[in-house]
């Protein structure tokens, strides 16, 4: 399991970024990558305790970083574990997995996607979108 933290520079005071990245830095076996105005750090979820402490204890830290966990299908079922915009809400870090299978809109019934709208349809392949559109199409050519 994975934890990613994504940092924003820009939602803290400039004199805060360098203690916060610094903090981020020493977890051991992170993994960082800088990108366009902030930097995500790709931690074990070991240390989501560490992790929930320093939100709780450093203000500058929770209002400048969203944090995420993969779940037992990867990414098709991610955890948002913490947001600085505290009106999201958030997931449990054990939440157990919502494998809400749903029919294909647009095969028929018989295959089935995740709820979730990211995995695809094992058998035409498509989204759980992308077939609602599909599915859409068809029937105003029918
Ligand atoms: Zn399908």
Sequence with gaps: MILVVNFQPRRTFPRKVGSILAFLKRIDGAVCDEQRG???????????TSLKKEIAT???????????RTGSLG???????????????????????ELKLVPCPNCGGK????????????????????????????????
Aim: aromatic share 14%.
């Design 38 to 48: 902030f930097i995500t750090f790709e931690v074990k979820g070991k240390y989501w």
């Design 58 to 68: 450093n203000p500058f830290f929770a209002e400048s970083t969203i944090i995420t």
């Design 75 to 97: 990414w098709n079922d991610y955890r948002l574990l913490h947001h600085f915009d505290k009106t999201q809400p958030l997931d449990k870090f054990d939440k157990k997995c």
């Design 111 to 142: 295959a089935q996607i995740l709820k979730r709208n990211i995995a695809r349809c094992s058998r035409c392949r498509k989204s759980y979108r992308e077939a609602q559109s599909a599915a859409r199409l068809k029937s105003h050519k029918n």
